[in-house]
């Protein structure tokens, strides 16, 4: 009788041990989720909308000038300012590229913390591993987390050099392109 008494009383405490590491387990879920819904949030937010509208003004220019600039020499701050604005030209492709990855990672992040949820509310699964599973999980959240500043470091880089160059090269373009045609 003892036998069974300390047996019924052993398998409470640990009912009641595996609770605490499930709501625990829960809990940390939950907060990982949150933060790939801000993550989400703030890569919607920093998107450029435009990349194709910027890679084809930014072509024109390039052609312009390319077609209808004859001089011996070439202006020193004008060849700094058409490097700089072929650099950031061809940067919209890699920047537009990690925009897509990102947003795909969130995508199937999402699924496998959902995964790992149901797997941990049913008692599924590998059960003394949800806490390395956790780990890992949140590894790969803090991971995007740096790529997501790569990339909107990347893009406001971009864009700066974007406005700061574009105005007076289209119209330096446009200028050329009239005294070409005279």
């Not at 990672?105 to 999402?110: F, I, S, T």
Request: hydrophobic share 40%; proline share 1%.
């Amino acid at each position: 009788m003892k036998k069974l008494a300390f047996l019924f009383v052993l398998s409470i405490l640990f009912t009641a041990c595996s609770d605490l590491a499930k709501e625990k387990q829960l809990k940390s879920i939950a907060v990982l989720q949150n933060k790939l819904s801000q993550l989400d949030l703030n890569l919607s937010a920093n998107k450029i909308d435009t990349v194709a509208g910027l890679r084809w003004a930014c072509n024109a220019v390039e052609i312009r000038i390319k077609n209808n600039l004859y001089q011996d020499t070439v202006d020193n701050i004008l060849g700094k300012k058409m490097d700089d604005y072929k650099r950031m030209r061809r940067s919209f492709g890699p920047i537009s590229k990690a925009y897509f990855q990102l947003k795909g990672a969130v995508k199937e992040e999402n699924l496998a913390l959902k995964n790992l949820k149901f797997d941990i509310e049913n008692g599924s699964g590998q059960r003394d591993k949800y806490d390395d599973f956790i780990a890992f999980e949140k590894g790969k959240i803090d991971q995007m987390n740096l790529l997501y500043e790569d990339y909107t470091s990347r893009k406001n880089e971009a864009m700066f050099t974007f406005n700061r160059l574009h105005a007076s090269l289209d119209s330096f373009s446009r200028k050329l392109l009239l005294d070409h045609k005279k």
